[in-house]
């Protein structure tokens, strides 16, 4: 009996010792969060490269391994581990979300928008940032503003050739419309020669600079920091923001990227999904006030020069605007004139698919 009882003792000690440790650390989650390296995701890069200098927000994150593992922390304590994903575009991002490989992510609008229309359990939880989209030529190029643009796409003989990084990111939609308002001729089927303007899907943002170097394409459209980027190593020189193409005033403030999180994570984990949409909103405000500093940051961790982060016009916004959602209702029609939408949002406006985009909660539940 007396070997039986130093045999349960020592099981008991064994349990405390090793095994109650692990539990206790089981019981923070791992959640996978994407991103993209775009300057459009500067607070999520900002939050990380900040760490424990965000402790007077009230949630920061932690270092575990520098751009890669990281603790958010709230009242001093951690409730999460976030493993950080990259992905190449908001398509991508939304392909994971439908596999089941992320939890939150940062990406463009419309390709949260495409993925819930296609039934991606998904949900949109704040704004991040507006403008930063810009179509650049070739440095050499006599081209110099969207006129002389449209002339050149008028006369040449066959379509021109536009890049893009993502068939659902928001500069190739706003440039598609806004062709499409001046009488150009839109495809993106290489066959039709009709066309006046070919755009070429370049899959990924890190493909735009080396595809308009080599002559792939005669022009890419995309988010900063790409169009700074081609500047800065002398490929190509931007001719027109995007938030100027016709019609005239139509494009200003318009949406782009966005945090959202599947329906599962918002499920299983609405505290952590809470403090994660406070630390990006907190730190929004914070990237809006130190502009310089945010830029450096970014263009430190994307390895960019720091001009290219610093020059950036981004406005990264804490909470949904009325502006915000009206230009956002405008993407949902422009996205079903040109019949991208087959599903949940075909024909619908932004009111009457509020509640399948949107879980606005936890925005509405941030003290800035």
């Known amino acids: 009996m007396l070997k039986n009882l130093k045999f349960t003792i020592l099981f008991l000690t064994f349990i405390a010792l090793f095994l109650a440790p692990a539990a206790k650390a089981a019981e923070i989650p791992t959640l996978k969060v994407g991103y993209i390296f775009t300057t459009h995701h500067t607070p999520f890069m900002v939050a990380a490269s900040k760490g424990e200098a965000f402790k007077f ?8 391994i520098a751009k890669d593992r990281y603790e958010l922390v709230t009242d001093g304590k951690p409730i999460a581990n976030f493993q950080l994903i990259v992905a190449k575009s908001g398509t991508e991002a939304a392909s994971l979300f439908a596999r089941n490989q992320l939890d939150l992510a940062m990406a463009s609008v419309t390709a ?4 819930i229309d296609k039934g991606t359990p998904i949900k949109i939880l704040s704004p991040l940032q507006t403008e930063g989209m810009g179509l650049v030529v070739p440095g050499e190029s006599s081209l110099k503003d969207w006129n002389s643009f449209l002339a050149y796409v008028k006369k040449a003989k066959k379509p021109v050739k536009v890049g893009y990084h993502s068939p659902t990111s928001a ?9 499409k308002f001046s009488g150009i001729r839109v495809t993106s089927d290489p066959t039709n020669m009709s066309a006046q303007v070919l755009l070429v899907d370049l899959k990924e943002t890190t493909n735009m600079v080396p595809a308009l ?3 792939q394409v005669e ?5 900063s920091p790409f169009p700074e980027v081609a500047v800065s190593r002398g490929v190509g020189k931007i001719i027109v923001n995007l938030r100027d193409l016709p019609p005239k005033g139509y494009w200003y403030d318009f949406p782009c990227c966005v945090t959202a999180a ?8 609405p505290d952590i999904v809470q403090k994660f949409v406070e630390l990006i909103a907190k730190t929004n405000v914070w990237c809006n006030k130190h502009r310089i500093e945010a830029g450096t940051l970014t263009a430190e961790w994307i390895g960019l020069p720091g001009d290219t982060a610093r020059t950036s016009q981004l406005v990264y916004l804490p909470k949904f605007t009325k502006n915000w959602m009206h230009n956002a209702d405008k993407y949902l029609t422009i996205l079903n004139s040109m019949g991208n939408f087959t599903g949940r949002l075909k024909g ?16 509405d539940n941030v003290k800035l």
């Open 262 to 269: 599947s329906e599962q994570t918002i499920a299983k984990h």
């Open 213 to 215: 170097a080599s002559k």
């Open 171 to 179: 500069p190739k939609i706003v440039l598609e419309g806004s062709l």
């Open 112 to 115: 949260m928008m495409s993925g």
């Open 348 to 363: 619908k406006t932004i009111q009457e698919v509020k509640p399948v985009l949107f879980d606005m909660r936890f925005i």
């Open 219 to 223: 022009a890419i459209v995309g988010p």
């Open 57 to 64: 927000m009230g949630v920061y994150l932690r270092p575990l």
